[in-house]
């Protein structure tokens, strides 16, 4: 990776340059962005004496096979405001970064992975202290149908099953006012599918049919075979 430092109507001392290769660790940068290959670091003075605490101004700008990533900051001397341009460099990477990994799709992590990938983060217990590894060991894991809980939560899960016997639509918003839910889960008398009733804005309702006959053709075309209660 290589690192250009340059003036604008200022010149740049060699000791602030021999500084910015050592501050911008190449190693600490590739580990955000494997894709940069080059970083501009300019540097300007403002010669108005009512500037004085932000007189130096470096403007760092990276350059990758990705989009390119400006940072910039001004202080009282260009060590500082070096310093502040490199901590908003670093926050633009990690945020980058943070994206391609938790985008749907490949790379995507879930809760319980981010302690595996994200290194020093820290596993707290229910009083908010860190685990020590002995601790952390010693937690008991506990399958729930299909789900791998550890410890005691913080996932609540509760499994029911229930006789369906078909019913109609009216009968159906009948038991949901009796039970007080906003939703209630039957089997259509009239089409033979799963349904479900729902509660709307103010004496509205609305009702999703399940098609199971078409699931696999819905699966293979890449369509969900669920519905969405809203609206």
């Not at 070096?82 to 490949?106: C, I, M, S, V």
């Not at 479900?196 to 969900?224: F, K, P």
């Amino acid at each position: 990776m290589d690192i250009v430092v340059k003036g604008r109507k200022t010149e740049v001392p060699e000791r602030f340059r021999k500084h910015v290769a050592e501050k911008l660790n190449p190693e600490r940068i590739q580990k955000l962005d494997a894709k940069v290959i080059s970083l501009d670091v300019e540097v300007s003075k403002e010669h108005n004496p009512r500037q004085a605490d932000r007189s130096d101004r470096v403007e760092i700008t990276l350059h990758s096979r990705g989009p390119v990533i400006r940072a910039e900051a001004a202080a009282a001397d260009a060590y500082a405001a070096l310093d502040l341009a490199q901590d908003k460099l670093e926050a633009r990477l990690r945020k980058q970064h943070d994206k391609r990994y938790t985008r749907r799709g490949n790379g995507r992590l879930s809760a319980a992975e981010v302690a595996d990938v994200v290194p020093g983060v820290a596993q707290l217990n229910g009083n908010g202290q860190p685990f020590t590894e002995e601790q952390a060991d010693a937690i008991p894991t506990t399958r729930i149908g299909s789900l791998e809980v550890q410890g005691e939560g913080p996932l609540i899960v509760r499994e029911k099953t229930h006789s369906a016997a078909p019913m109609s639509l009216d009968q159906a918003l009948y038991e949901m006012e009796l039970v007080g839910h906003d939703f209630y889960l039957f089997v259509d008398s009239d089409t033979k599918m799963p349904s479900v009733v729902y509660r709307r804005h103010g004496y509205d309702y609305g009702v999703i049919h399940l098609n199971a006959d078409q699931a696999s053709t819905s699966a293979e075309s890449g369509a969900g075979a669920g519905g969405a209660l809203g609206g």
